[in-house]
Antibody
Framework: EVQLVESGGGLVKPGGSLRVSCAAS????????MNWVRQAPGKGLEWLAS????????YYADSVRGRFTISRDNTKNSLYLQMSSLRAEDTAVYYC?????????????????WGQGTLVTVSS | QSILTQPPSASGTPGQRVTISCSGG????????VYWYQQLPGTAPKLLIY???QRPSGVPDRFSGSQSGTAASLAISGLRSEDDADYYC???????????FGGGTKVTVL
């Protein structure tokens, strides 16, 4: 069973830093592109960043480029999002989601499984 | 403000058909696959439709997707109370080199 479990959320002051993690199990983590998505309270979904299986390609949304860094450790089946220079508007639930590989890896389905999310609150 | 436009709300009575649109442009909906997600209150999003019109195993055939030009749509037929949720479209945008979600549509079952 595919499982994605986020952790590391909490309360942080404006200008501060925080790292959230996503522990993966039940699939070949090292073969999958992984993603971070957030949802501010009462708002819609916002894609933040993606990283390919070998960590050779990372893509970022304009809203977080230069402040957030996506990374992964395939030996630990873990995905990370290092967040710095945090602002009140970064307050949100942060989800990790995987790109699934199907039909002998010939078809990629983006964001096919999601974790339950971890809440990050930026406030003084 | 997303570059993918969805109506903020839609509603119907049980058994009715509801359609949600996702309007974009040539660099996103017009040239890449559209994906649809359902988010029930207080839960993580769930994949409903991939590659414009394909249903993952386990998704009821009451849900269907289509795409034409720079617009896509999600249809829910035989509306049920458990379909009361938020629905989002997602597409890769070639100009932005970024994934883009639509603003979301709240479906209310009356």
């Amino acid at each position: 069973e595919v499982q994605l479990v986020e952790s590391g959320g909490g309360l942080v002051k404006p200008g501060g830093s925080l790292r959230v993690s996503c522990a993966a199990s039940g699939f070949s983590f090292g073969s999958s592109t992984m993603n971070w998505v957030r949802q501010a309270p009462g708002k819609g979904l916002e894609w933040l960043a993606s990283i390919n299986s070998a960590s050779s390609y990372m893509y970022y949304a304009d809203s977080v480029r230069g402040r957030f860094t996506i990374s992964r450790d395939n030996t630990k089946n873990s995905l990370y999002l290092q967040m710095s220079s945090l602002r009140a508007e970064d307050t949100a639930v942060y989800y990790c989601a995987r790109d699934g590989l199907y039909f002998s890896s010939t078809v990629t389905i983006p964001f096919d499984y999601w974790g339950q999310g971890t809440l990050v609150t930026v406030s003084s | 403000q997303s570059i993918l436009t969805q109506p903020p709300s839609a509603s119907g009575t049980p058994g009715q058909r509801v359609t949600i649109s996702c309007s974009g442009g040539g660099s996103n909906v017009g040239s890449n696959y559209v994906y649809w997600y359902q988010q029930l209150p207080g839960t993580a999003p769930k994949l409903l439709i991939y590659r414009n019109d394909q249903r993952p195993s386990g998704v009821p055939d009451r849900f269907s997707g289509s795409q034409s030009g720079t617009a896509a749509s999600l249809a829910i037929s035989g509306l049920r109370s458990e379909d009361d949720a938020d629905y989002y479209c997602l597409v890769w945008d070639d100009n932005l080199s970024a994934w883009v979600f639509g603003g979301g549509t709240k479906v209310t079952v009356l």
